[in-house]
């Protein structure tokens, strides 16, 4: 039966840090070590926990959860706004670290990595891979702090390396092979494979598939036609059977902010200034990617669950925060009262051109040189060390968030 499975010797190791924004807390204060933290964006009781320690995951508490509703169930929990500055720390020693093993790493998320060992040194690939695993966990507790975990899976493509990781969390290290692959599966449910969330789940019980063994044992004709009618359902069988389809990086398409204003009776100049806000936080990262964008997108949604937006395309690219803005703020005019939180992003996106003109005909040199002169200095001294005097204390509320499923503006 398993006569189509991939054989070779897995190469493919994914590493979680466990609960990672709450055990980078728990290692920055001791005092914190074995007590249930929450860590939200914003100290509010409506706030939703991004993460959450294990201490207080076992009494239920877990991601998107209110916090209102985690006091209920902890009453003790204790609750921590994000720190940036020392996720970005934690990511960067890990990238390094993992790049001493192999040249080929890439970082999912600000918290999961994968090194692919066939692009290691014949060295690397001579040792045992779990001694390996076991090695990195040593040396985050070494290198990074006492209070570091992390999961390690092993496996012949990444997919299975990370459902290996999420097998025995936390601190866990499995190894998933041809040979142990049906054992795994049949302990599992469909949704604790990564990707397939309820959508997926009806698709694929509306043909009869219940289990993730009646997944691996579907025809690729049926997964192509009947369930994903895609190519999708190729992808799925292959991954299932250990090859490897997602070794690939997608292009920019969008970038966006935004942002649940933290009152109610916010006046139109209040929320116009944290849309100005979110211009410049989008303007910041479109320039990181060196990007340049032709439409910009507002949006909103009120008290009433309603949704609006509007968009615009223009004909020359742009760049800057003030070109974006311009377009936002026109936009945002029509926007319906009782608003509860807001958005820009900018669509359309290539790479940096140097068109002739600019959005307002002016030259883009000299437009080019002032913003990028801005970046160099909010890159050395912090984020909005310079900005517009119209944001001016609105850092307060609209904080920087850590993105969870893209590394690209770290």
Same mark, same amino acid.
Request: aromatic share 16%.
């Given at each position: 039966m398993n006569s189509d499975y991939n054989t070779e010797r897995p190469l493919v190791m994914h590493i979680d840090l466990n609960s990672c924004f709450a055990t980078v807390e728990q290692q920055a204060r001791p005092l914190l070590r074995g007590r249930p933290i929450a860590i939200v964006n914003r100290r509010t009781e409506n706030t939703a926990i991004i993460t959450a320690s294990y201490e207080a995951k076992k009494y239920g508490v877990k991601v998107g959860m209110r916090f209102k509703e985690a006091k209920l169930?902890?009453?003790?929990?204790?609750?921590?706004?994000?720190d940036p500055a020392k996720y970005r720390f934690v990511y960067h020693k890990m990238m390094d670290m993992m790049k001493t093993y192999s040249s080929h790493v890439t970082m999912k998320s600000i918290d999961e990595g994968v090194i692919d060992f066939k692009h290691a040194t014949e060295q690397v690939r001579s040792r045992d891979l779990r001694d390996i695993g076991m090695e990195i966990k040593q040396r985050m507790r070494d290198e990074i702090g006492v209070a570091m975990r992390c999961n390690v899976g092993i496996s012949t493509n990444r997919f299975l390396a990370k459902t290996a990781a999420g097998l025995h969390k936390p601190d866990g290290l499995d190894i998933i092979t041809h040979e142990n692959l049906r054992a795994t599966l049949a302990t599992m449910k469909l949704t604790d494979l990564t990707g397939i969330a309820k959508q997926n789940e009806h698709r694929l019980n509306a043909v009869g598939i219940d289990t993730p063994l009646q997944f691996l @044992?579907?025809?690729?004709?049926? %997964?192509?036609?009947?369930?994903?009618?895609?190519?999708?359902? @190729?992808?799925?069988?292959? +991954? %299932? +059977?250990?090859?490897?389809? @997602?070794? +690939?990086?997608?292009? %920019?398409?969008?970038v966006g902010r935004q942002y649940v204003l933290e009152s109610p009776h916010l006046s139109s100049e209040k929320i116009q200034q944290r849309l100005h806000h979110l211009s410049e936080s989008v303007g910041a990262k479109l320039r990181s990617q060196n990007k340049v964008a032709r439409g910009v997108l507002?949006?909103?949604?009120?008290?009433? +669950?309603?949704?609006?937006h509007a968009r615009r395309m223009c004909e020359m690219p742009f760049f800057s925060n003030q070109a974006i803005y311009a377009q936002a703020s026109q936009l945002f005019a029509a926007a319906p009262a009782h608003i509860r939180e807001i958005g820009v992003s900018c669509y359309e996106l290539g790479d940096d051109i140097d068109p002739q003109l600019n959005l307002f005909g002016d030259r883009i040199a000299s437009e080019k040189k002032l913003v990028q002169a801005m970046d160099e200095l909010n890159g050395r001294y912090g984020d909005r060390t310079i900005h517009v005097a119209d944001t001016l204390g609105t850092g307060a509320y609209v904080k920087q968030k850590i993105p969870f499923g893209s590394t690209r503006y770290l």
């Open positions: 169930l902890v009453p003790d929990i204790i609750v921590i706004e994000t @044992d579907t025809s690729v004709e049926i %997964l192509h036609k009947m369930v994903f009618k895609s190519i999708c359902g @190729d992808e799925w069988y292959q +991954r %299932l +059977r250990g090859y490897e389809v @997602d070794d +690939r990086v997608f292009d %920019l398409k969008t507002v949006y909103a949604k009120t008290y009433e +669950r309603k949704y609006w």
